[in-house]
């Protein structure tokens, strides 16, 4: 599976964003999709997961409610669509795809290249 992420940028804080992750080599149903970000001299942390069906979501305390994950199946597509964007949303985005239902970097087999969100206060 390749995978490439797009739609990263610089906004001020409250705006919004959307990200897009186009998959190809394998259809991403049989995947579980998950948004990871990794801001400067911190680990790579977990945003939002969604099977590959589209029928479960998942998304991590500091986004929930702010960030929406989706698919569109017909473009092997996952997006992320970020509002009400903050300073500390400020990371490199990535797309991943793994078989296992997890918010563990270690469970996804396969990455996006990243895609820059800078947000500015």
């Known amino acids: 599976v390749q995978l490439q992420a797009s739609g990263g940028g610089s906004v001020q804080a409250g705006d919004s964003l959307r990200l897009s992750c186009a998959a190809s080599?394998?259809?991403?149903?049989?995947?579980?999709m998950g948004w990871f970000r990794q801001a400067p001299g911190k680990e790579r942390e977990f945003v939002s997961r969604?099977?590959?069906?589209?029928?479960?979501?998942y998304h991590a305390d500091s986004v929930k409610g702010r960030f929406t994950i989706s698919t569109d199946n017909a473009k092997n597509t996952v997006y992320l669509q970020m509002n009400s964007l903050k300073p500390e949303d400020t990371a490199v985005y990535y797309c991943?795809?793994?078989?296992?239902?997890?918010?563990?970097?270690?469970?996804?087999?396969?990455w996006g290249q990243g895609t820059q969100v800078t947000v500015s206060s």
């Open positions: 991943a795809a793994g078989r296992v239902r997890s918010i563990l970097v270690a469970a996804y087999v396969y």
């Open positions: 080599g394998r259809t991403f149903s049989d995947y579980y």
């Open positions: 969604i099977s590959g069906s589209g029928g479960s979501t």
